[in-house]
């Protein structure tokens, strides 16, 4: 499968942004599916993750402010981000969960797809 991410830009911290993941192939609906970030001189960390059925996670630092959503019928992944914050600011990844116990961690994933530049001004 390939995955494209979109939907990033600048927003003043407080405001909103919606990121779409486009994925190919049939088998989209088969896969856990998630987001991930990486800002500059940083790791690459876990945002958030939905399974095929619908069930999510969340990184305790976006909780409540995050949505993961998904459309099999649209192949489309959505994290509606409210309520930025600057340490918000990365490129975030969508990517497909292919095993692992740790839903958190990159090594689960793959198909990781050109990110999208989500920058936030104090």
């Known amino acids: 499968v390939q995955l494209q991410a979109s939907g990033g830009g600048l927003v003043q911290a407080g405001g909103s942004l919606r990121l779409s993941c486009a994925a190919s192939?049939?088998?989209?609906?088969?896969?856990?599916m998630g987001w991930f970030r990486q800002a500059l001189g940083k790791e690459r960390e876990f945002v958030a993750a939905?399974?095929?059925?619908?069930?999510?996670d969340y990184a305790d630092s976006v909780k409540g402010r995050f949505t993961i959503s998904r459309d099999n019928a649209k192949n489309t992944v959505t994290l509606q981000m409210n309520s930025l914050k600057p340490e918000d600011a990365a490129v975030y990844y969508c990517?497909?969960?292919?095993?692992?116990?740790?839903?958190?961690?990159?090594?689960?994933?793959?198909?990781w797809g050109k990110g999208t530049q989500v920058t936030v001004s104090s």
């Open positions: 990517a497909r969960r292919v095993g692992g116990s740790v839903w958190s961690s990159a090594g689960g994933y793959d198909s």
């Open positions: 192939g049939r088998t989209f609906s088969n896969y856990d």
């Open positions: 939905i399974t095929w059925s619908g069930n999510t």
